[in-house]
Structure formats: structure tokens, C-alpha cells
């Protein structure tokens, strides 16, 4: 078939590989000079499936009241908010219930941990590395954080998640860099969790989907599709609309507005986050590879001789608008854990990026209810580590074959 994608983020490109290797004729059009340039930029580059859990859980609604007075909260609302985020809330409060949690969880984590395994055979079958590291450590500073704590542990016994939990003394020594100044009570260790660089590898993977023959046209923007023709693309830069058999929608927070002329109505909002990327110059005194501080909700992580920070769920507020108090939050956490790691005078990069968030969690996966139109969106906090198994997923979708996973729970009609 001749297929095109909307949207070269990690899930697009995925995608695209995924499309090629079945030997479909596949186009990527992204808007953007290059590959991961939005959402999947500069993410944190956590890969722990256990860990992909829903925004919306039971308790969170308090805990947002709560942090709405907080310096260093990790959840914000911010101004402006549009009619569309008060919706969003509204749905994200009901998936909040104790069951729809457990259901997405559920959800969240069976693409999880299938995205893993796909992940690694992807990347087994290229030729270049990529930036990662083994082993991912959720911090408990203290003895609320160990409590807290309790409950999802139970959930990745039941999952059969390979975990130790440990005491400060033993973090200590997985993660010999940990100041020792600041407070740690114990640590949740999964040794076969891991961080990898997102963005390159998005880039890897591009030029292998070019050598299986994509095509990637840039600084394409799509317009919104039309109800008439919806394979039928229009793009900026473009002499004349190009028909195809069928067509991904790939294109992260603007997905929505790609679909509503096909009377596809999703409830998908942009959560900001942040990150702060620094170099540095003695890998020692950084992280071995990633470290969750489970207070902050902040993850700190080794990107080669670069170390990453990253945090803050916020929902509403402009685009361009940084949030310094959000930052400034990075700063303090890194600061507490790897005193002296980063070098901050230059080559910092301070990033806001876009989670494509639907309110109860799981991605919409696959067809969209209108010939020819497939979906792959929403993938929230967790896009890297769902991209490759969604990926795959689809592609069996478009082939007709069964895909690896129970797919019922990720498809549009839950909207309807
Ligand atoms: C601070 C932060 C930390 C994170 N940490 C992690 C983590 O540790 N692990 C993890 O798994 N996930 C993490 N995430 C989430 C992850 O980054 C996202 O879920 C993922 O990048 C989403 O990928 P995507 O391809 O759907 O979207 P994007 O990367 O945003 O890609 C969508 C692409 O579509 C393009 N596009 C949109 N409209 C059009 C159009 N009309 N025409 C052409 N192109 C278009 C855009 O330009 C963009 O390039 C984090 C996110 C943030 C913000």
C-alpha cells in the first residue's frame, strides 16, 4: 500500500520503520527541518514499563489541591486555561476512580512492556548505538515516600516486574554519585529497566526506515484532513494534493485539530513538562544511567557525557510561555543528588516540551472509524516507551494480521 504519515516525532518515525520493513510505500510528512522535534526532543529517556502508569490515578485530584500552593510542585495548572483543558479535566477527574485506573494501568503496561521487547530487536537489527544505559532507581527520601511507595509495588509483583527494594546504603552503591547529604531512606532498584536517548534514536531509525525506502518530506505541514478525500493530503510547500491509500496520524498534540473536519473528536491536550540538559565534564560524579526522586517527580538521567533533568506536569498556559519556577525545581533536584555534575556556565539547554496527553491514559491505537485513516496518538508521559510496541501493533493492524497484544481498549470508540 502507499502510506502516509502525519508526524515525525518517535511515534511517527516507529511507525514509518515498522510500515517499510512490512514493504508498504511509506511518506513521513512533518512540518518541522527534522526528525523529533517536538514532544520527543529532549524527554528524559526513561524506558521502565512497570512505570508507565496513568496522570490520572485515585488520590491525585487532592494532591493537585495541594500542590497548587506548592514551590516545587509537580503538577501545575496554569494560565490560560482553555474551555478544551476544563473538559480534559473534567474526564481526567473520572478516570481518577480507582477502577478506570486499574483498567489503564493495565492497559499502559501490557504496551509497555511489549514495546520493550520490540525495541530491543529494532535496535538489535541496526547498525549504529544509540545513547543508553541499564538500571532505573525510583528515590524515597523519606519514610512517607517509602509508604507511598507500597502500592505500586504490589502492582509490579503482580506484573512479575523484576524489583529490589533496597535501603540508602545499597542505592548508594548502585548509584555511587548520590550525595550523601541528602536524605535517602531507601530505593526502589529495577536492574532491567533502562534510559536510552530518544531522539537519536528517532534519528537512527529514520535513516533505517529510508534505507527499507520512506520518504521523509519536511517542512510539510498537513492541512486538517478533508471528510471529501481523506487520503488525500495537502501540505505546505506542496504544488499539488497527493493521494494515498491510507494515511497515519502520527502528529502528537496536533492531531486533534488534523482530525476534527473528519468529525473525530479527541479529548487529547498538550501536559507541558521541562528539561534541562547539561554537559558533563566528569561522568563520575553523574548518574550510572536514570534515578526517579519519587518527591519531586523528577527524573535525572545520563545521556552519554550529558546529564538530563526533567519534570513538571502542566496543564494549560501558552506554548512558548517557560515556566521558571518549574525550572528553577529541576535545578534544586539535580543540585541535591549530583552536586557539582552538570556544567552549567554554557551549553545548557533548557526545553518545554508537549505530552500529547489523553485524560485516562492508554494511546488511541489504530483504525479511526473512517476508510483509510489509521491513528497512533496520545501516548503522554510514556510516547519513548510505548513508540516502537505501538508501532508494530498498527502495522499488523494495516496488514490484517493479529498483533502480538490484546488490542480492544486502545481504539477510538471509547470516545464515541
Ligand atoms: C519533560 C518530558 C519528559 C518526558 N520523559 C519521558 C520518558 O522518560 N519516557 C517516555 O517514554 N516518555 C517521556 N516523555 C513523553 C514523550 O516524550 C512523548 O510521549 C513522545 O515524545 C510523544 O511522541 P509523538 O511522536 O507522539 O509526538 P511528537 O514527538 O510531538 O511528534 C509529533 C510530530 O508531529 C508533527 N506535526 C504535527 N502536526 C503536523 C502537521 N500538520 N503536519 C506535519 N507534521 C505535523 C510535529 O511537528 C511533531 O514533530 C516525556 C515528555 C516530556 C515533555
Not at 503496561?109 to 538500571?135: I, K, N, P
Not at 552549567?344 to 526545553?351: A, F, I, K
Amino acid at each position: 500500500m502507499n502510506i502516509a504519515i502525519l508526524g515525525a516525532g518517535i511515534v511517527g518515525v516507529a511507525t514509518a520503520y515498522e510500515l517499510a520493513a512490512d514493504g508498504h510505500q511509506v511518506t513521513v510528512f512533518e512540518r518541522h527541518a527534522s526528525v523529533a522535534e517536538g514532544a520527543s526532543f529532549a524527554n528524559a529517556g526513561v524506558l521502565a514499563p512497570g512505570y508507565v502508569t496513568p496522570l490520572a490515578a485515585p488520590g491525585m485530584p487532592a494532591k493537585v489541591l495541594r500542590y497548587l500552593l506548592a514551590r516545587h510542585a509537580p503538577v501545575r495548572v496554569a494560565r490560560p486555561l482553555a474551555g478544551a483543558d476544563l473538559h480534559w479535566m473534567t474526564r481526567w477527574l473520572r478516570a481518577c476512580r480507582s477502577d478506570a485506573y486499574a483498567t489503564n494501568r493495565a492497559l499502559l503496561q501490557r504496551l509497555a512492556f511489549y514495546s520493550r521487547q520490540r525495541l530491543h530487536e529494532v535496535a538489535e537489527r541496526m547498525d549504529y548505538t544509540f545513547e543508553r544505559s541499564t538500571g532505573y532507581m525510583v528515590l524515597l527520601r523519606g519514610e512517607r515516600e517509602r509508604q507511598m511507595a507500597q502500592p505500586g509495588l504490589a502492582v509490579l509483583r503482580e506484573a512479575g516486574v523484576v524489583f529490589h527494594e533496597i535501603d540508602g546504603a545499597q542505592a548508594r552503591a548502585i548509584e555511587p554519585a548520590l550525595n550523601p547529604a541528602t536524605p535517602l531512606a531507601g530505593a526502589i532498584h529495577l536492574p532491567q529497566d533502562e534510559v536510552g536517548n530518544c531522539r537519536q534514536f528517532a534519528v537512527i531509525l529514520r535513516d533505517a526506515a529510508e534505507t527499507l525506502g520512506a520518504r521523509f518530506c519536511f517542512g510539510a505541514a498537513v492541512l486538517p484532513l478533508d471528510a471529501a478525500a481523506p487520503s488525500t493530503l495537502r501540505a505546505t510547500g506542496a504544488s499539488q494534493a497527493e493521494r494515498f491509500d491510507a494515511v497515519v496520524v502520527c502528529a502528537g498534540v496536533q492531531s486533534p485539530a488534523l482530525l476534527a473536519p473528519l468529525g473525530i473528536r479527541l479529548p487529547l491536550r498538550a501536559v507541558y513538562g521541562y528539561s534541562v540538559s547539561a554537559p558533563m565534564p566528569d561522568g563520575g560524579l553523574g548518574p550510572r544511567s536514570g534515578v526517579m526522586d519519587e518527591r519531586f517527580k523528577v527524573a535525572i538521567s545520563r545521556l552519554g557525557q550529558r546529564v538530563r533533568v526533567a519534570g513538571s506536569a502542566e496543564i494549560g498556559g501558552r506554548p512558548d510561555a517557560i515556566n521558571h519556577r518549574a525550572v528553577q525545581t529541576l535545578y534544586k533536584v539535580l543540585d541535591d543528588w549530583y552536586p557539582g555534575a552538570a556544567r552549567l556556565s554554557r551549553g545548557v539547554q533548557v526545553w518545554k516540551g508537549a505530552r500529547p496527553m489523553l485524560p485516562d491514559g492508554p494511546p488511541v491505537l489504530g483504525a479511526s472509524g473512517v476508510p483509510g485513516v489509521w491513528l497512533n496518538l496520545g501516548h503522554g508521559s510514556s510516547g519513548w516507551a510505548l513508540a516502537c510496541g505501538s508501532a508494530r501493533v498498527l502495522a499488523d493492524q494495516i496488514a490484517g494480521r493479529e498483533p502480538a497484544i490484546d488490542t480492544s481498549g486502545y481504539n477510538v470508540g471509547r470516545y464515541r
